[in-house]
């Protein structure tokens, strides 16, 4: 399988999904190595390296994309499997960044407070053991912790011909900030537009569930991935599929209903997969699911909801594809 190479300038890169001119256009079957810029594009490199100082705002999240799918049409499924990620510079950063997190009040949730102090980690990489060094900055602490390579963002053009930024969780994917999105995964989006538009960044070396202070370890990344497209069959939610679990990802505000959102889309799944009644499949999954969440930093919160597969019957989703890729992805390694 021929890999085609992608590493964009500056210029080339995507802040939203939708409203952007396709970078390229693949056909289905195409393997993709392509390079993405850490969510700061860059900006901070040392602890001196402020956000409040050194991040636009304008030019955060950068999108490698988007790319046109030949034949993606509108209710159709693009699948996307993740081959290998990895870490594109020797260190990643993450921030404190005032009024953004978890922990803070933001412009959604106001407070009378002052800001957190604006502080920035560099961790630095060492690719012989697989490590990143977290540094504390207020107090005398180094931990190397292992690296887990994810994307913050995969998704595709949103329908109706809006235009939304990279930061926004939705339907369409975007910025879920999973570490669900990791090398053996197989990510099921539905098609809006023609040819799908789908991109990808946002690269993480290592994140916790939550993305609790806003950032995970933030770096550049270099991708390969396979692109498939199902005629049909479209997910309202983006769905994901790995050798151990079946998993659907729901986005919104507060992050009960996100939580709600992935329940309904695994109940809907479990319907395909199964043929189970839809309260059958609510009380089996009442039973099983574990549910992580992505993050509950952005425009959107996102919770994956999880069943192992090891717990269920065998069952395929989309004609077995997922099996298909990674015994294509074998030949990639």
């Not at 978890?102 to 990489?125: C, H, K, M």
């Not at 005398?140 to 994810?150: A, C, F, G, N, R």
Request: aromatic residues 8%.
């Amino acid at each position: 399988m021929d890999v085609v190479e992608v590493v964009p300038t500056f210029e080339q890169y995507a802040f939203t999904f939708g409203g952007v001119a396709p970078l390229g256009r693949v056909r289905p079957g195409t393997a993709l190595r392509v390079w993405s810029d850490d969510a700061f594009c860059g900006a901070l490199q040392k602890t001196t390296d402020l956000s409040s100082e050194k991040v636009d705002l304008r030019f955060v999240n950068p999108q490698t994309g988007p790319f046109y799918v030949e034949g993606a049409e509108p209710g159709d499924t693009l699948a996307l499997h993740f081959v290998a990620m990895t870490p594109a510079r020797d260190w990643g950063a993450s921030a404190a960044i005032p009024f953004f997190g978890g922990l803070t009040g933001t412009d959604r949730v106001a407070t009378l407070q002052d800001p957190l102090p604006d502080t920035t980690w560099i961790y630095e990489l060492d690719r012989a053991r697989n490590t990143v060094t977290f540094v504390a900055q207020h107090t005398d602490l180094q931990i190397d912790l292992p690296v887990s390579p994810m994307l913050g963002t995969v998704g595709v053009a949103p329908p109706g011909g809006e235009v939304r930024s990279s930061l926004v969780p939705e339907r369409f994917g975007g910025n879920m900030d999973t570490p669900q999105m990791r090398p053996g995964a197989t990510c099921f989006l539905g098609v809006n537009v023609e040819g799908a538009l789908f991109s990808v960044g946002d690269g993480h070396y290592r994140q916790g569930e939550g993305e609790a202070c806003g950032t995970a370890v933030e770096g550049a990344m270099t991708t390969t991935l396979i692109v498939e497209l199902i005629k049909g069959g479209a997910p309202l939610w983006p769905r994901i599929e790995d050798d151990t679990h079946w998993m659907t990802v729901g986005s919104s505000r507060p992050l009960e209903d996100a939580w709600r959102i992935g329940q309904v889309e695994l109940v809907r799944w479990f319907g395909e997969l199964y043929g189970l009644h839809p309260m059958d499949a609510y009380q089996l999954l009442s039973q099983i699911t574990e549910v992580p969440i992505a993050n509950v930093v952005d425009a959107n919160y996102s919770a994956v909801v999880k069943a192992r597969k090891s717990l269920l019957p065998p069952a395929t989703a989309f004609g077995g594809l997922h099996d298909d890729l990674r015994r294509r992805a074998a030949t990639l390694l």
